[in-house]
Structure formats: structure tokens, C-alpha cells
């Protein structure tokens, strides 16, 4: 019995045992993250000093901080700026951040060093920011460690800390309220630094209703401009900034100001302190903008004005005001005032006063008190008929004495940013008023002989944005002539394009016009291109100005024959192209020409056709018109011809593959001599010509009987297949971004054809790769590709019906658990079936080019430099219709061995002539070893490109998600300009 029973307790502890060994092997790991509270909790222990706790706290500051963990962070931040008395203070500190109870009694300091307890209270206003924590559990927190808190710079931390956390919850009224409860309390401390955070707190939290806060004494209504315009008058400078520009926070938050705070703000034009005066000029600006037709009164006066008139005057007295700063201000706000009288407009350019600036009676009115009084003067007594008050000028002012020649003054200012201030503004004015833009003309011409570039060039761009409401005179037409012997290109060229859109009075101007561009071409022949462009507007602008000068241009003579002149001048050609521009709207003009002048045509119009138009010339056809004379001009029968041509290729499936590979041939011709002969049409043409080329090279690609052979007598001819595909790929990328103007309806559609090469790329290496090892790799990324495809352009999906990508992503399932044979079979069946997509085309889309103007690569005469050093080549190209020049535009350099070298231009050597044109003038440093007889180094023009970068866009835009972004990579170059040819001759070095 006993050996039974020790037997079965044997088995029963065995038993437990086994149990313990199973839940011990059978026990999960938890694996947590480190707490930063209790991290930081040591830190902070372990300091033996305010220094030691603040450099604690400063490495802490440079961690981030999730979300999650920022309440146990606030907790030990807070137990360190304070303790409770009486309570353990992690316990009470838990349940004030979980908003369960709160705690009546004032803390005690534990820090007492102030910086120590400043950077606590920057960390909790930076904790606060934190996304996704909602900082309403350390509010009440926050504002008790207001309560005892003796260091100013700590108090006005804390209230920026609740500004932080105010603005964090800015749809919570009882948090506002009590947030501006506690700034109104503290506007009346003693430091600036704390009243400054108290009207910041107001400006950014405040409303336009009457803000309702409970305090202890129960509800307390506070009309926040009131308690902001009472600082206004502060005695500290900084704190009446400070209103000022709380005043304007709750402007920009879209509340109505008080019409009542403007005589407020006029009285602080005249503060010491520059900041003030600055302030209140913007504040003065923007109740001219709330209430332009209030009637405000005129002091010492029975007149009254406009308020927008009045706010007008003072501004324009601030621009003779004694800081530059408020100067430049005041200036740039004047031309923002569109709704000021005429006739106080008009007098900021006459420095001479208004009729004394008093009201000016009308005759009748004068005559009909004359004739009641029954007083006349007799003439013999001096000064008899003198008025009988006298009158004060100072005391009675329509406007202030600083608006009558405001502009005259600063134009005339020492400082070129005020100078530059106020011609931005007379252009903003003057493109309003025409009458306004006749009269500030003088002063704007004038401005080109200004000693700044900077000012005279922006005096350039001022009048060309005004010139169709100017009509120039002679003599300002010759001050403005004279600026064509300026040495800078910027403002030569900045000229030409002013003069394109100028009106000319007299046929004299358009001769001393034409005379003074032939100079600037004899003395700058780089300016040709610009020069030739300048002339065939100015002609087209004045026709009938042009009209009697033809005989003396072109030297002919009613009895005599005269020589021919030489084609190759670039003056006479000039002269032609002013000429035949002229003659476009003048169909008397070509009466005057003679035989040879046809034969010049006739060579200009196919050699410059972006110059010279088409004419009707008597006798002749209309030159380059690709459209029938009996259709009329506005039914544009170029687009009408690019619709037909697209429209042919519409119907590709249903022709056999001969046909429709013909089809496609005519039309790629028909588009692009389309966009040979119509300037505004050839990016449309361009474009719609690649994405049908690309069509092609995949359909001659598919339709090669090579897909029937067997792989290894498929090896030898792979290279057309290949070659084609990329060859797509190469067009798909100047399609998407070398235009300007194209949409998302047509990137997908390009990245359709992309995709399309892709998998014909993958087909082909699956067919030449010996072994499956490599297709695996392939495959996949195949697969991602399509994938990305469809997060990026899912809403352009429903578009795509029986596309390409339509059916793989049918497929998909199939595809992401087969083989890669079997996904290359699947591939090629799927691209074969696919059906042609139809191009929707944009309203408006324009190619990138480029064209270099130096180095001309005409000369035999080599470059030469020692080995081994560098020389200089000077760049100069024009860029049309580039996004962006500075970060994709680079210069390539190809040496005669092969080597490549990509230079990278400096932001600031691009310049922007006008809408859509850029200048490229940089230098390329170059350097080689000796050679035995010069050689030509090609220079050309490329455009960078990266395609994860608007990959990533469109994900963004279409709710995706977005992918990682490599600042500056370059995926690509697209070479946009003809290379240039230059001789160089490195030399050897002298022993």
C-alpha cells in the first residue's frame, strides 16, 4: 500500500512538474519600447546642478518624441519645474494630464535657477506641437505654472507655450476663452517681453465677438480691439508694435476691424520709433481697404474726405519719413491703393501745393459771393480785394503736405530700394489709370538713366507692363534710345522687348528707332536674334508709320535701278523684317518693292519664317500658307487640319498591320511639317508626332515574325526589338518633360506607352537570358511597376478601358503566382491584343528648346591653351519655354575621346528677358592633355530630368502614398539644343 501510494505521488509531482517545464517554454516575450519619460526622469535626477540639468535637457530637445509618449514626457517635465506641497506630485501631475481632477494649491519651485525652468517651458510649448496629441491635458498645467512664477522670461515662455497650445485647438471656445482670460490678466506685468506674448495671444486667439471667460468672479465680457488699441499708447515702443501688429493678426484671420481705431493709428505716424511708424502704416493700409468710402472729418476744418483719400495722404507723407525701411514700405502700399481720387493721384507727381491743399472754389461760386457782399474792387487801393480771414495752410489740409510729390520724392530717394519701391508702385497705379499712366511717363523714363542697374532695369519692366496705355514722344522715345549702349545685356535685351509693345507717335520716332537698333547691332552683334524680334513687332505696330520710309530703307528710285544689297548683312536684314512686317496690314506697301526685294522675301520667309509673315504680294501665291485662300480665317484651318490628321489614325485596329503602319508614316509627315510652317502650333504638332512615332516603333516591334522563332535563332536577332523599345522609351521621356503644359490625362497615357516599352524590354531579355535566375528579379519589379501604375493614376483608370494596363491588372492574381516563362508568355499575348489609346491633346503646350548663341562654332581659328590648365568658354543661349532653368538646365561638353563633362550653372546665371524665356550666360571651364593638332569638342544643352519625382506628385495628389524623394537626383538627361562645334588646342606645357 505504501509503495502504491508513494508510486501515485510520484506521478502526481512529476505531473506538476512537466506543467511548470510547458507554460515556462510556452511564455511569449514581450518586447517594448524604451520609456523616454523614464529616461529622461533619470537624466534629469542624476543632475547636480542647474547647468547639468539644462545640458539634460537640451540633448533631450533633439530627439523626437511620438506621439504617444509626449503625456509621460510633460509629467516629468512638469514634477521637475515644481513639487506639490503636500501631495506626491507624479500621482496628482497623472490625473491633471488625464483630465480627471485638478488640484487647488500653488506649486513650489524645485528649479530655482530661471534658465533651467525657461527651457522646461519652451519643451512643453514644443511638445504641444507634437502631431496627433491633443495638448488640452497640459493646459491647466500650463497656466498654474503661472501663479508664482517671479522671472519674466520664464512667464512670457509660458505664454507663448499656451499661444502653442491655443492654436493646436483652435475649435475649442471654452479654451480659447480662458487662454485670453489669462493674457488679459498679465497685460498689466511690468516687463515688455510679457505684455509683448499677452497681445500676441490676444491677436492670434482673439474673436470680433465679445470673447465670455469664466473667472472667479463669475462671466467677464472682454472686447478684445478695445483692450489692444489701449496699448497703442504704451509707454515701452515694443509694446506698441506689439498692438499693432496683434491688430493686424486678427485682420489676417479674417475679422472685421473697428473704423474707430484709425485715428489711433494716424496719431502713431508720427512715434520715434521706426518699428511703430512701420506698423502703423500697414494698419493705416488695411482700414483703407475696409472702409474706402467712409467720410472721416478734416481736423480744423469743416471739410470732410474719403477715408481712402485721407489714409492715401498720410501714407504718401510717410514716404519722406526718415527710416529707409518705412519709406520702402509706404511706397509699396501706395500702389496698392486702386480706389484713390484721380485728382489726389495725380498730385503725388507735382511737387507744388494743391491750391494751398485747401478746397478750390469754382467761378460761379466765387462771382455769386462777390455779388451779395456788393463790394467791388476799384483797382486804386492795394490789396482791396485780398480775402478778409486769413487762413492758415498748416491748419487747414485736404491732405497732408508729404502727398504732393510723393512719387517725385521717391524717385528721387538716395536709397535705390525706395527708388525700386516706388516704380513698382507707379506701374500698379498707372495699369489702372490711363490717364494717370500718361502723366508718370516723364518720371519712368527718366528712371533709365538711374546709376543702379537694378533700378534702371525694373523701370524697363514697368513701362513695358504699361505700354498699351502710353503712346511715346520723340524726345522720351530718344532717352529711352539712348539706353542701347548700356553695357549689360540684361537691360539691352529688357529694351528690345520694351520696344516691341511700344506706340510710336511720329514716323521720325520709328526711323530713330530703327537707326539706333542698327547700332546696337554693329556694336553688340549678339543682340541680333533680339534685335530682329524687336523690328518685326515695331513694324507690325505701326504700319502706316512704316509706310513712307520704305523707299529710303530700301535705297530705290523711281527712274534708276540701285544694287542689290547683301543678303548675309544682319542690318539689312533687320530692315527687311521691319519692313515685310509692315507690310502684313498695308497692302499698298508692297507696290514699293522691287524685284530683288521679292527674291529677299521669298529667301526670308523659308530661312526666318518666325520673322517674316506670309504675304499676299501682287501676282504672287500667298508663300507658306498650307491653307485654301476661300476659308476664312476664323475657322483656323491649321487646327482644323491637325484634328483631321489625328483623327485618321483614330481607326488603327480596324486596318491590316501594313496599312496601318503607312497610316501612321503620312501622318508623323503631315505633323511635322505642320509644325515647321505654324509657329503657335508646332508644340501640339511635336507632341502629338512623338506619341505616334512611339506607336509605331511598338507596332513594327510586334508585328516581326521573330516572336514565332525558337530562342536560340532568336538570339542573333534581337537588336531591332530591343533597340525599338528603347527608343520609347527615350521619346516618352521628352514627351513628359521637355513640353510645357501638359496635363494628367496625358502622363497617363505616357506612362501607358512607357510601361507598354517596358514590358517589351522584359519579353526580349526573357527570350536572349539563358537560365531563370535573372527573370525572377525582372519579374518582380515588373510587377511593382504596374502596381505603382495604378496608386498613381487610379482616378485616370475608368479611362483606360481594354488598355494595356487594363488587362494586367485583371490578371494581376494570375501574374503574382506564376513563373516567369509563364508571366512573359502572358505578357507578350497581352501586348499583342492591346489596343491603341487616343491622345487627348491640351489647350495649350509648348516645347522646351534652346538655342546657343555663343560659342557660333564658325571659326577655323582653335582655342588654345597649355595642357593642363583651364581656359574659359563663354555660354550664351537662349532658353524658350523652360520650367524652372535653374535646377534642370546643364551643359554638356563632349571631348574628342569620348569623355563627357556636365557642368552644372550657377542660379544666377539665368535671366528672365520675358513671359517664357530665359538667358543662359555662364562660362565652362575646360582642361585636357596635349594634343598633336586641334581638335572640336561638341558644347550642347541638356535638360535633367527624374521621374520618381512627379511619380511621387501625382501619388500625393490622388491620395496615395507618396515615395521617398532624393533631393537633386538626376534619373536622366534629354539633350534639348544642337551641339555646337569648337575648335580647342591644348598646348604643351614650356620646360
Not at 475657322?635 to 483623327?647: G, K, Y
Not at 508646332?682 to 525558337?710: H, P
Not at 528603347?726 to 496625358?746: A, P
Request: proline share 5%; charged share 25%.
Amino acid at each position: 500500500m505504501a509503495a502504491h501510494l508513494k508510486k501515485r505521488v510520484y506521478e502526481e509531482f512529476t505531473k506538476v512538474v512537466q506543467q511548470q517545464h510547458e507554460e515556462i517554454a510556452t511564455k511569449k516575450l514581450r518586447l517594448t519600447k524604451p520609456s523616454k519619460s523614464a529616461a529622461l526622469h533619470i537624466d534629469l535626477c542624476k543632475a547636480t546642478s542647474p547647468a547639468d540639468a539644462l545640458q539634460y535637457l537640451l540633448q533631450f530637445a533633439r530627439k523626437p518624441v511620438e506621439a504617444e509618449s509626449v503625456e509621460g514626457v510633460v509629467r516629468i517635465l512638469l514634477e521637475h519645474y515644481y513639487k506639490w506641497s503636500g501631495t506626491d506630485p507624479s500621482t496628482s501631475l497623472r490625473y491633471t494630464c488625464s483630465g480627471k481632477s485638478k488640484t487647488d494649491q500653488y506649486p513650489k519651485y524645485k528649479e530655482n535657477d530661471a534658465s533651467v525652468r525657461l527651457k522646461i517651458a519652451s519643451l512643453l510649448g514644443l511638445l504641444s506641437k507634437t502631431a496627433g496629441f491633443s495638448p488640452d491635458c497640459i493646459m491647466d498645467d500650463a497656466i498654474n505654472t503661472l501663479q508664482n512664477e517671479k522671472s519674466h522670461q520664464v512667464l512670457a515662455q509660458l505664454l507663448d507655450t499656451l499661444l502653442a497650445i491655443g492654436t493646436k485647438l483652435p475649435e475649442n471656445p471654452a479654451v480659447q476663452a480662458r487662454l485670453i482670460d489669462v493674457a488679459c490678466k498679465h497685460l498689466t506685468d511690468t516687463s515688455h517681453g510679457v505684455r509683448n506674448k499677452c497681445l500676441q495671444l490676444l491677436g492670434n486667439l482673439g474673436s470680433l465677438e465679445k470673447n465670455v471667460a469664466k473667472d472667479a468672479e463669475g462671466l467677464a465680457t472682454k472686447d478684445v480691439q478695445k483692450i489692444i488699441g489701449d496699448y497703442f499708447v504704451d509707454q515701452d515702443p515694443r509694446v506698441r508694435t506689439a498692438a499693432i501688429k496683434a491688430m493686424l493678426q486678427l485682420h489676417e484671420r479674417g475679422l472685421k476691424l473697428h473704423q474707430t481705431i484709425y485715428n489711433q493709428a494716424c496719431r502713431l505716424l508720427s512715434d520715434d520709433y521706426e518699428q511703430v511708424r512701420s506698423a502703423a502704416v500697414q494698419l493705416i493700409w488695411v482700414l483703407s481697404q475696409l472702409y474706402p468710402e467712409s467720410i472721416v472729418p478734416i481736423p480744423s476744418s469743416n471739410e470732410e474726405i474719403r477715408l481712402v483719400d485721407d489714409a492715401f495722404g498720410k501714407i504718401c507723407h510717410m514716404v519722406s519719413d526718415g527710416s529707409w525701411v518705412v519709406r520702402v514700405q509706404a511706397a509699396k502700399l501706395l500702389g496698392s491703393m486702386g480706389q484713390v481720387s484721380s485728382h489726389f493721384l495725380e498730385q503725388t507727381l507735382d511737387k507744388k501745393l494743391m491750391s494751398d491743399l485747401r478746397r478750390k472754389r469754382t467761378a460761379h461760386e466765387r462771382a455769386k459771393e462777390l455779388y451779395s457782399s456788393g463790394e467791388f474792387s476799384s483797382g486804386r487801393k492795394w490789396g482791396d480785394d485780398a480775402p478778409k480771414e486769413e487762413i492758415d495752410t498748416g491748419a487747414v489740409n485736404l491732405i497732408e503736405s508729404g502727398a504732393c510729390g510723393a512719387f517725385v520724392h521717391g524717385l528721387e530717394d538716395e536709397m535705390y530700394e525706395v527708388r525700386i519701391a516706388a516704380v513698382e508702385a507707379l506701374c500698379m497705379l498707372a495699369q489702372s489709370s490711363p490717364s494717370f499712366a500718361e502723366k508718370c511717363l516723364d518720371f519712368l523714363v527718366d528712371m533709365f538713366n538711374d546709376e543702379i542697374e537694378e533700378v534702371r532695369l525694373q523701370s524697363i519692366h514697368t513701362m513695358r507692363k504699361i505700354s498699351n496705355n502710353i503712346t511715346l514722344r520723340e524726345d522720351q522715345l530718344d532717352t529711352v534710345l539712348a539706353v542701347l549702349e548700356d553695357s549689360s545685356r540684361d537691360i539691352r535685351e529688357a529694351l528690345h522687348e520694351l520696344l516691341c509693345y511700344t506706340n510710336v507717335s511720329t514716323k521720325e520716332g520709328i526711323h530713330l528707332a530703327l537707326v539706333e537698333l542698327l547700332k546696337n547691332l554693329a556694336k553688340y552683334p549678339t543682340d541680333r536674334e533680339s534685335i530682329w524680334k524687336c523690328l518685326k513687332f515695331l513694324g507690325g505696330r505701326h504700319p502706316t508709320l512704316v509706310l513712307p520710309l520704305v523707299p529710303d530703307l530700301l535705297s530705290t528710285h523711281p527712274f534708276f535701278d540701285t544694287a542689290e544689297p547683301d543678303m548675309d548683312d544682319p542690318a539689312y536684314i533687320a530692315v527687311l523684317v521691319l519692313i515685310f512686317n509692315a507690310a502684313e496690314t498695308c497692302p499698298t506697301m508692297p507696290a514699293l518693292f522691287s524685284d530683288h526685294t521679292f527674291r529677299h522675301y521669298a529667301y526670308l520667309r523659308d530661312s526666318l519664317s518666325h520673322l517674316v509673315p506670309a504675304l499676299r504680294l501682287p501676282g504672287r501665291k500667298l508663300l507658306s500658307s498650307p491653307v485654301s485662300p476661300s476659308i476664312t480665317p476664323h475657322e483656323d484651318p491649321s487646327q482644323q487640319f491637325l484634328q483631321q490628321s489625328l483623327e485618321r489614325v483614330y481607326n488603327l485596329q480596324h486596318l491590316d498591320p501594313q496599312g496601318t503602319q503607312e497610316l501612321l508614316q503620312f501622318t508623323i509627315r503631315d505633323l511635322q511639317r505642320l509644325g515647321e510652317l505654324q509657329s503657335d502650333l508646332a508644340g501640339v504638332a511635336d507632341f502629338s508626332a512623338t506619341y505616334l512615332r512611339c506607336q509605331l516603333l511598338l507596332i513594327k516591334a510586334l508585328q516581326e515574325k521573330l516572336w514565332n522563332m525558337a530562342a536560340p535563332l532568336y538570339l542573333k536577332q534581337s537588336d531591332m526589338a530591343s533597340a525599338a523599345a528603347k527608343q520609347i522609351l527615350e521619346e516618352t521621356y521628352k514627351m513628359e518633360f521637355m513640353y510645357s503644359g501638359v496635363e494628367s490625362r496625358q502622363v497617363v497615357i505616357i506612362h501607358h506607352m512607357r510601361l507598354q516599352a517596358k514590358a517589351l524590354q522584359l519579353i526580349v531579355t526573357a527570350r536572349t537570358t539563358r537560365g531563370m535566375e535573372p527573370l525572377f528579379g525582372m519579374c518582380e519589379k515588373f510587377l511593382q511597376e504596374v502596381d505603382l501604375f495604378q496608386r498613381c493614376f487610379i482616378t485616370e483608370l475608368p479611362h483606360l478601358q481594354d488598355s494595356f494596363v487594363d488587362k494586367l491588372l485583371d490578371l494581376m492574381p494570375r501574374l503574382m503566382t506564376s513563373k516567369p516563362s509563364e508571366v512573359v508568355k502572358i505578357l507578350q499575348a497581352t501586348l499583342r491584343q492591346s489596343t491603341f489609346l487616343h491622345l487627348p491633346l491640351p489647350e495649350k503646350i509648348h516645347r522646351a528648346t534652346a538655342t546657343i548663341i555663343e560659342p557660333a562654332g564658325e571659326s577655323d581659328n582653335p582655342l588654345r591653351f597649355t595642357s593642363g590648365l583651364v581656359v574659359a568658354l563663354d555660354v550664351d543661349a537662349t532658353l524658350e519655354h523652360v520650367q524652372d532653368p535653374q535646377t534642370i538646365v546643364k551643359v554638356q561638353v563632349l571631348y574628342p575621346d569620348g569623355q563627357a563633362q556636365i557642368i552644372h550653372p550657377k542660379p544666377s546665371d539665368f535671366r528672365n528677358p520675358g513671359p517664357g524665356r530665359h538667358r543662359l550666360i555662364t562660362q565652362v571651364y575646360l582642361s585636357h592633355g596635349a594634343w598633336t593638332e586641334p581638335c572640336q569638342i561638341e558644347v550642347r544643352l541638356l535638360l535633367a530630368y527624374d521621374s520618381s519625382t512627379r511619380i511621387s506628385r501625382a501619388a500625393c495628389l490622388d491620395g496615395a502614398e507618396a515615395l521617398p524623394l532624393v533631393e537633386n537626383s538626376i534619373e536622366g538627361t534629354i539633350p534639348f539644343s544642337k551641339p555646337v562645334k569648337v575648335y580647342i588646342m591644348p598646348k604643351p606645357a614650356r620646360r
